[in-house]
C-alpha cells in the first residue's frame, strides 16, 4: 500500500482530544443564552402583570432545557471534538447533532491564526484558525490550549513554507 501523496491526503478521524477545560468554555457558552432569554422573560413578566404567570412558566421552562443543555452536553461534545496535524495535512472533527470532519492539506494551507477572545484568554484557550485554498473556508480548531494553539501556528507556518506548490 503506497502512501498517499499530498494533494491526495485521506479522511481519517483526528486523534487528540482539546484541554478539559474547553468543557467549561461551552458550558458558560451553553448556559449563556438561555441564562439572558430567562432575564428578559422575568422582566417582562415583572412589567406585563396580566401575562406573568405565562412569561414566569416560559422562563423556567427556558432555565430547565438550559440547564440540561449548558451541563449535559459540553460532556457529549468533549468526546466527540477533535485535532491532529501530521506532516501531510490538518485534521479537525467537530460538531453536535452534525459531526464534521476536515482534513485540510499543508500544500493548500495559506494562512494560519490563533485568536483569542476575552472568556479564552481568560481561560488559557485559543481558536486555531487554518485558512485554506478551499470554497469550504477555513479549518478551526476551537479550545485549544493557548501555548499550543501558538505553537502550532508557528510549525504549521515553518511546514506550509515548505510544501511545494502555491496553496491555490
Known amino acids: 500500500?503506497?502512501?498517499?501523496?499530498?494533494?491526495?491526503v485521506g479522511l481519517r478521524p483526528p486523534t487528540h482530544p482539546l484541554p478539559p477545560r474547553v468543557r467549561t468554555w461551552w458550558r458558560i457558552h451553553a448556559l449563556g443564552w438561555p441564562g439572558a432569554a430567562v432575564v428578559v422573560l422575568l422582566v417582562l413578566a415583572w412589567l406585563i402583570a396580566p401575562a406573568a404567570a405565562w412569561l414566569g412558566l416560559a422562563a423556567g421552562v427556558v432555565a430547565a432545557v438550559g440547564l440540561v443543555v449548558g451541563l449535559a452536553l459540553p460532556a457529549y461534545?468533549?468526546?466527540?471534538?477533535?485535532w491532529e496535524v501530521t506532516d501531510e495535512a490538518v485534521y479537525t472533527r467537530s460538531g453536535y447533532a452534525w459531526q464534521e470532519w476536515r482534513a485540510a492539506p499543508l500544500s493548500?494551507?495559506?494562512?494560519?491564526?490563533?485568536?483569542?477572545?476575552?472568556?479564552?484568554?481568560?481561560?488559557g484557550l485559543a481558536t486555531l484558525v487554518v485558512t485554506t485554498a478551499s470554497a469550504k473556508?477555513?479549518?478551526?480548531?476551537?479550545?485549544?490550549?493557548g501555548d499550543e494553539a501558538d505553537a502550532l501556528a508557528h510549525r504549521l507556518t515553518r511546514e506550509t513554507r515548505a510544501v511545494p506548490g502555491d496553496a491555490t
Open 1 to 8: 500500500m503506497t502512501e498517499p501523496s499530498r494533494d491526495e
Open 77 to 82: 461534545w468533549y468526546r466527540v471534538h477533535r
Open 108 to 123: 493548500r494551507v495559506q494562512t494560519v491564526d490563533p485568536t483569542r477572545g476575552p472568556l479564552q484568554r481568560r481561560l
Open 137 to 145: 473556508g477555513a479549518v478551526t480548531v476551537a479550545g485549544l490550549a
